[in-house]
């Protein structure tokens, strides 16, 4: 369904006239494979921080284990350099693989280094004695490396990288389908029409909301902080300026107005709709309600 969608979606846009440049997904692989063999000229990127979370949550499982537990306080490191491979290397995938394994140099303390003879360093200013004394860097033998090493090198991620190298994200997506659950909540179901009306409304309630600025104290922005289970580390996230639903007002004194000037009559009430639905999944119909208490009564006795 989902390709579908997707598939619909896009030629709508295609068929507007739209110039599309470069699409943004998440992994799915019936999307991929839409990308590769139908719109073979459209640039298929994929988004980071779908990317970045599956491997952070790869390196947590790791770094839980007995001998790899140095590795857990370089987990978000790991995470925030994946970020800044895919960002700072402007479309070129070669530069974002060379740049994102540059981390197995890195955090074993090694800040210069050759390849194909070639010198790379390490794009952070200098350390100082002091930092390159104190940070608990991995030993080269040590198991919690080997492991690390093999998912910094793992085939499928270098391959997606290359696909990352643009820094597009689907954050504003999410964003939307967070709203939408506000107003259609999945585990309801409602009929086509209400399901059109809830998404315009989570359209109309995003669009006011979009671009929230960060919110400041005396000229400082804001944060939370926030205790996270998995990397078991403090974060902080940033405080936004509160959403605003000043919109409903307008629209329901819109639809008042309207209602007085006689320019919108009231829809006609939509005739019941059957159910389609079975009462229940049953292959088998239920037997004699005095045959499923006794059955009952005797598994208690057994007790
Ligand atoms: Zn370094």
């Keep these: ?67 790899h537990r140095e590795l857990l306080p370089w987990v978000r490191s790991i995470n925030n350099h994946l970020y800044w491979s895919c960002s700072s290397s402007h ?46 860097w991995l030993e080269h033998d040590s ?11 793992e085939k499928t991620l270098l391959r997606d990288l290359r696909q990352m190298a643009l820094f ?18 999945k585990r309801l179901h409602f009929t086509y029409d209400s399901m059109r009306a809830r998404t315009e409304l989570a359209i109309m309630d995003y669009n006011v909301n979009v671009g929230r600025q960060h919110k400041t104290l005396e000229g400082k922005p804001q944060y939370k902080y926030m205790y996270t289970k998995t990397t078991q580390q403090w974060v902080a996230k940033p405080v936004y300026e509160a959403t605003s639903q000043l919109f409903r007002h307008d629209l329901m ?26 009462s229940n999944i049953a292959p088998v119909p239920r037997p004699d309600p005095s045959e499923l208490v006794a059955q009952r009564l005797s598994r208690f006795k057994q007790l």
């Design 1 to 67: 369904m989902e390709a579908v969608g997707f598939q619909r979606g896009l030629n709508h846009l295609l068929y507007l006239g739209v110039d599309i440049g470069v699409m943004v997904t998440d992994r799915s692989p019936s999307i991929r494979k839409l990308m590769r063999e139908s719109y073979v000229n459209i640039r298929h990127e994929y988004d980071p921080w779908h990317v970045n979370k599956s491997l952070k949550k790869k390196l947590v499982t790791v770094s839980k284990k007995k001998d």
């Design 91 to 136: 479309g070129d995938e070669e530069e974002c693989v060379r740049r994102w394994k540059s981390v197995l140099h890195h955090i074993r303390g090694i800040h210069r280094w050759e390849d194909n003879g070639r010198e790379y360093k390490c794009a952070h200013p200098p350390l100082t004695e002091e930092d390159q004394e104190k940070k608990r």
């Design 143 to 153: 198991a919690a490396f080997r492991a690390l090493k093999e998912l910094v090198l």
């Design 168 to 185: 597009k994200h689907t954050g504003s997506l999410e964003a939307f389908h967070n709203v939408t659950l506000k107003y259609a909540p």
């Design 253 to 278: 004194e819109g639809v008042l107005k309207m209602r007085e000037e006689r320019s919108l009559e009231p829809l006609p009430r939509p005739p019941p709709r059957p159910r389609r639905l079975l």
